[in-house]
């Protein structure tokens, strides 16, 4: 009988602290409405019709965006898991068009030009180009889209559905990026020097040691958490953020976890490395890496700057 009560008492309390949030909540909305509907000293010599033009140009606040980026986690959460694997193999076979622009510029280009770097950087951005705005499924872009849902009310189900999604694309991704790394390889659809540009290319990432890709994912995984969260108020500028963005990934020699995997991949399908190596010191690494500064930096942060104003 005791702990009927007890667990009587514990719910009551629960059901207590959720109602008293609810009210807090709507009371901070009511107050940013009114802070809104209040006229600043420059705006009560504006007409009506100036007003309205004021509150129209005015940016998009960070709880606004927020909660856009919560929405958009809230639905991938809820997608079935045949949705997420075939979203998230396109994915991996979209993102791979990135290393095929970046060895059709070194071909052109050759390897010795003073600027190949900054320009064949350029090319890197394609595939991102061509997967967000395709809405495909990609690893690390969920790092902070599902993980703000979780943030705000971290139940054990919502962990469950974050693991699952987060598994599902991860595997969906890896999967399109073999298949296209099997196809440049094997598939003979590549000019011999083209191909020969994309293996050099990844000669450079797998001449990296664990440490470092873990150390340079981070920074990417920042800059994309970052684009997915800038995404919503660059309206009609959504294509000049993203190249400028993953461009600077490229050029600063930072780490992509499924980009690079197709890098990967065609060493291993060239039979320069075997997958164990290829799995354990290439893509796990840049796999934490990109977590940490998606999830552990930017998604925290994200969360951080808005949670007292909800």
């Known amino acids: ?47 009506r019709k100036e007003r309205d033009t004021v ?14 980026v919560h929405r958009e986690g809230e639905a991938e959460l809820q997608r079935p898991k045949t949705s997420l694997w075939w979203s998230g193999v396109a994915a991996g076979i979209g993102i791979s068009t990135s290393v095929l622009v970046e060895g059709i510029i070194r071909t052109n280009l ?18 991102f180009v061509l997967v967000i705005l395709c809405r495909l499924q990609l690893f690390t872009e969920n790092t902070i889209t599902v993980v703000l849902p979780v943030l705000a009310q971290p139940t054990r189900n919502r962990f469950y559905c974050t693991g699952r999604l987060w598994g599902i694309v991860l595997a969906a991704n ?38 470092e890709t873990l150390l340079r994912g981070i920074p990417a995984g920042f800059f994309i ?8 108020s660059a309206k009609r500028s959504e294509v000049l953020v993203i190249v400028m963005f993953t461009w600077l990934i490229s050029a600063g020699g930072f780490t992509h976890v499924i980009a690079g995997s197709n890098e990967i991949f065609t060493l291993v399908l060239s039979g320069e490395m075997n997958i164990f190596t290829a799995l354990i010191y290439h893509i796990l690494p840049v796999l934490i890496g990109n977590i ?7 998604a925290m942060l994200a969360y951080g700057q808005v949670h007292e104003e909800m």
């Open 1 to 47: 009988m005791s702990d009927m009560e007890s667990n009587q008492d514990t719910a009551s309390k629960k059901n207590a602290k959720e109602v008293a949030d609810a009210q807090e909540s709507r009371a901070r909305a009511r107050d940013r409405e009114s802070r809104e509907q209040t006229p600043t000293s420059s705006e009560k010599s504006l007409t």
């Open 55 to 68: 509150a129209e140009h005015g940016g998009l606040t960070s709880l606004t965006l927020y909660s856009i």
């Open 110 to 127: 050759g390897s010795n030009h003073p600027y190949l770097m900054l320009i064949e950087s350029l090319g890197y951005t394609f595939g």
């Open 174 to 211: 890896l999967c399109g990026t073999f298949i296209t790394a099997a196809i440049g390889v094997h598939g003979g659809i590549l000019p011999a020097d083209t191909l020969a540009a994309i293996l050099e290319i990844s000669h450079h990432l797998a001449s990296l040691t664990p440490a």
């Open 225 to 232: 958490a970052a684009l997915v969260w800038m995404l919503p």
């Open 292 to 298: 940490i500064g998606g999830t552990g930096l930017f």
